[in-house]
């Protein structure tokens, strides 16, 4: 990355702005794009030259191939069971399992700090859930290298998390589609 592209920690300007090394941000509520608006800022992070990581917290099954494969190409890292981590789900839930193993694989790609996006997609669910600890996750973003950017996504985001947050949004649902029982529409939902 160029010097130029960093600037230095500038004391405030004269408007009061100042510039961050990276912020965390956090797409939740119960209306649809908070996946998609994630992977679209991936795209922009990518068009800097960025190295961007992608870990999934939930199995993915058929769906989400379209954005995988795409982003993929792309140069993203991509973890997701099976593929990237694996668990011993002897005793433990699987579930549990996988969102254990999904945060260890985040949580060191946040420690090493190769990436400078990490889109954690769904963990809401594992926080919700008591499958990953919510105090350790606050930790790690709190203390990630400093030009580490982090995107959440997920239903019902933690408080905990919302609260070390830079940027929150929350898709309200107004209408979906599947409302009116129509199913899934493949490069559109997935
Ligand atoms: P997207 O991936 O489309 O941005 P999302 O991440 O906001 O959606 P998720 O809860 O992760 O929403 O659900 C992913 C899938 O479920 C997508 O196919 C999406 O279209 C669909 N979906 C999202 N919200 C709803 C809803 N309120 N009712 C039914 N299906 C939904
Ligand atoms: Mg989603």
Redesign the pocket.
């Known amino acids: 990355m160029s010097e130029s592209e960093i600037p230095s920690e500038s004391p405030l300007s004269e408007d009061g702005m100042r510039v961050a090394k990276s912020l965390v941000l956090v797409?939740t509520?119960?209306?649809?794009?908070?996946?998609?608006?994630?992977?679209g800022t991936a795209l922009r992070a990518l068009a800097l030259g960025w190295p961007v990581a992608v870990v999934q917290f939930?199995k993915s099954g058929d769906?989400?191939v379209g954005?995988e494969s795409m982003l993929r190409k792309l140069g993203v890292d991509w973890f997701a069971e099976g593929d990237g981590f694996t668990w011993d789900s002897e005793n433990l839930d699987e579930s549990a399992a996988l969102a254990g193993a999904a945060w260890e694989k985040a949580k060191s790609l946040i420690d090493h700090g190769a990436h400078r996006l990490i889109i954690l997609?769904?963990i809401s669910y594992a926080l919700t859930w008591k499958w990953v600890d919510t105090d350790d996750v606050v930790s790690v973003i709190q203390h990630r290298p400093e030009l580490v950017n982090i995107i959440l996504?997920?239903?019902d985001m933690a408080p905990e998390v919302i609260d070390i947050a830079d940027t929150v949004t929350e898709?309200r649902?107004i209408k979906?589609?599947?409302?009116q029982k129509i199913v899934?529409?493949k490069g559109?939902?997935?």
């Open positions: 797409n509520g119960h209306g649809k794009g908070k996946s998609t608006a994630a992977f939930l769906w989400r954005e997609d769904e996504t997920g239903r898709m649902q979906h589609a599947f409302e899934a529409k559109i939902d997935y």
